[in-house]
């Protein structure tokens, strides 16, 4: 297992985590800016945050300060109660693999969707069987274009806390029996995003990470888990903060061969988002040393 004790070279910041500065809005640029001083190698920005700053600004800048990608946020929210809604997921799903091209990301990450209209607060059914299969199916179509277009997919199991509104696949078990029915020669084409919010729990990890072997383990994702936990999506702890045995799960994550980054995503409305960005992100390298 790699010593994350003397550097932070194999740190990377998710965008989302400083998103908020002093709980104002901090633009994609400045945060790019920012990671680069303080020496951090890696980033994996969200969708949102490159459209506001302009893809090609975006994917001049992060080259022009030598960034690498760890991933980029998000595809996927494949099921849709009709045929207009899996067309617009279809299409969009394309546009995401094309700006993970452009950006030179290592893997587009997918957060699969859940009841087609629950996120809005009206789910259009209970069907969830359905969804799963509608998530299988737009994974199936997306894999084509992605294989033609060298961009491997990494399905984010989600805790089951977001079966309905996020994402219907919610252990690695589950992540991976689809990998290994839609891409059965393994061929780097797809595999999972191993986060360990979401995962930490699953009394199977350590036997499916195993199972996913090298060539699945796309992306590793950190932060901890608080207790109590206060709000579902936006109480994301510090790693060293919360429950969660970090250190334990990459040494199986990196017993497989994984060599890649270990990416802090922390969505906190009620405690980071509310530092300034320079406190998050020098706490960010201190805990990768320390907890990751
Ligand atoms: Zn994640």
Redesign the pocket.
Known sequence: MRDFSRDHDWLSI?TATVRQSQGQPLPLPAILDACAALGIRAVSPWRDQVQAAGLDAVARQVRALGLALSGY?RGGMFPAADAEGLRAARDDNRRAVDEACTLGAPCL?LVVGGLPGALQGRAAHKDIAAARAQVRDGIAELLDYARAARMPLAI?PLHPMYAADRACVNTMEQALDLCDELDPLRTGALGV?V?V??VWWDPKLEQQITRAGRERLL?F?VCDWLTPTTDLLNDRGMMGDGVIDIPRIRGWVEAQGFAGYS?V?IFSTGNWWRRAHQQTLATCIERHRSAV
């Open positions: 998710n946020c990450v984010e995003a986060d919010y979401h992306a994702h990416e995503e």
